[in-house]
Each structure stands twice: as C-alpha cells, then as structure tokens.
C-alpha cells in the first residue's frame, strides 16, 4: 500500500468513526437539546465591496423548473410561466431538504458582469441532515472532481485566516443538436457554527458529535458556497473565490461576534 492509499484509508477510518460516536450520541444521548443557536445570519448582503448581488427564485413546478431575477418580477409569489409558487430553492432541494431547512442565494457579479459568483448559505433545521457532503450531491448531479484542496485566505477582521475547500468540477454533456460539449465549473464551500468555522466536512462532523457528548447540545450548522465558472487548465478561479469570501465573511458574522473563530483542523 503506497503512502497515499494509507492516508485515504486514514481519512476514511476517522470519518466512520466520527460518524459512530455521533450515532452512539444519538442513541444513547436523548437528553440531546436542539439550540437555535446558529453561527451566522441567514442574509446575503446585496453589495459586497464591488460585487452586486441579485436574488434569484425558482419554480416549485417541476415540469416547468423556471428560474427567474426576483427583482424583475411584478409578483415574486407565484411563476410568471405557470402560475405555480415560488421559492428560494430549486425543486430538487425542496424535495431533498428538511421543511425547516434555511437557503438563501444571490448572484453577484462585478461590475459590467465580471467574475459572476454563486452565493448560497444553507442553515440546517432541527433536523441536522441538511448538510451533506457537497462532493456526494456534486458527482451524484453528474459533475468529475477532477481537483479537492484548501485555501487559506487571510482576513482584514482577524488573524487568523479562513480555511475554504474549493472543488474544481468538469461535466460532459450534449448539446441540443446532438454535439458533444464539456463545462467547468468550480464549488466552494466552508461550514460556520455557533462559535466554529472550518473547511472540513470531518472536522464539522467530529465537532458536532463533541457537543453532543460533552455539552448535551445540537448546535445549527450552516454552509456558505460559492460556484461559477472557471478556465480549465487555470488557477485564476481562486483568486477570485479569495476576495469575494474575504469581503463577504465579516457581513455573515452575527452581531456582536467578530472575526474567525479559527478552526482550523484537517481530516
Ligand atoms: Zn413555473
């Protein structure tokens, strides 16, 4: 076994164990309370220090699965197409997702429609399964991760830098005429607790199971992302991810926290 298969195979023994402690807390912790308690706000702010962010709503229909800029509607409720209500999820996520599942999403771009930028938080209900792995949810939607690392970006409001997993994505398709195209995408994400931020799925899972042991507590998690466009064979995706979370991080934060948290623990 070479050195990377053992490191993957490290990797994989503490994620089942983490997931085990968290399945005995589950099971033998029923004195387990729920805390509302969440990291940051559910709020995308429309300006982010040179990127305008719009929001964006969706169809509830599934057959009709339109997709619209809510501030060019007359009526944001219902789909101007079908008549059918709109939300600030796509089908697929309402379906997935717990009813009390948080999601909000702006798209932002700079100006004359620069580097254009994904933003989503999702914030996990009572129900703490709305948080998956986003690699699980990205190669089951068809997308090859054909790169996974961390960034460390560095923060005007702390020191302590913030820690971003960045996936860079391709996905082969058909063209409605019949010709074979390819995309590539990129998504970033990092997750935010009550009082911890961290980049890992891993290390969020092993947190949330310490707080179930040793506090008795199920904080709300929530997950920031960012996705968009990026040119194959090129690296300039991240500068691009670094400057717009270094300018959007201090506008998450709750009031009356500040900075980051500085968690910063690798699987
Ligand atoms: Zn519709």
């Not at 964006?56 to 219902?78: H, I, Y």
């Not at 599942?101 to 798209?107: A, W």
């Not at 709300?220 to 979370?245: E, K, V």
């Amino acid at each position: 076994m070479d050195h990377t298969q053992k490191s993957f195979l490290g990797v994989r023994l503490f994620v089942i164990a983490a997931l085990a402690v968290a399945a005995w807390a589950m099971v033998f912790k029923t004195g387990v309370a729920s805390s509302d308690e969440a990291g940051i706000l559910l709020h995308l702010p429309e300006q982010v220090d040179g990127w305008t962010g719009v929001e964006l709503l969706f169809c509830s229909s599934r057959s009709c699965g339109g997709q619209f800029t809510a501030a060019r509607l007359e009526n944001a409720a219902v789909c101007p197409r079908c008549g059918a209500p709109l939300d600030t999820m796509t089908w697929g996520e309402r379906d997935m997702l717990p009813q009390d599942t948080g999601l909000i999403r702006k798209y932002y771009t700079r100006p004359g429609g620069r580097d254009p930028i994904h933003a989503t938080i999702v914030l996990s209900g009572d129900d703490r399964s709305s948080i998956h792995r986003p690699q699980v949810c990205m190669t089951a939607a068809g997308h090859d991760i054909i790169h996974q690392r961390t960034i460390r970006i560095p923060l005007e409001d702390s020191d302590t830098p913030l820690d971003i997993m960045v996936l860079d994505m391709a996905r082969s398709f058909t063209r409605e005429d019949g010709s074979p195209a390819a995309s590539s995408t990129y998504y970033a994400y990092w997750f935010v607790g009550r009082d911890r931020e961290t980049a890992s799925h891993v290390a969020r899972m092993f947190y949330m199971a310490a707080d179930r042991i040793l506090h008795g507590i199920s904080h709300r998690w929530a997950y920031i992302a960012m996705s968009g466009d990026r040119t194959p064979d090129s690296d300039a995706h991240l500068q691009t991810i670094a400057d717009f979370a270094s300018r959007l991080h201090p506008a998450l934060l709750k009031p009356g926290r500040s900075g980051n948290l500085g968690s910063h623990e690798q699987p």
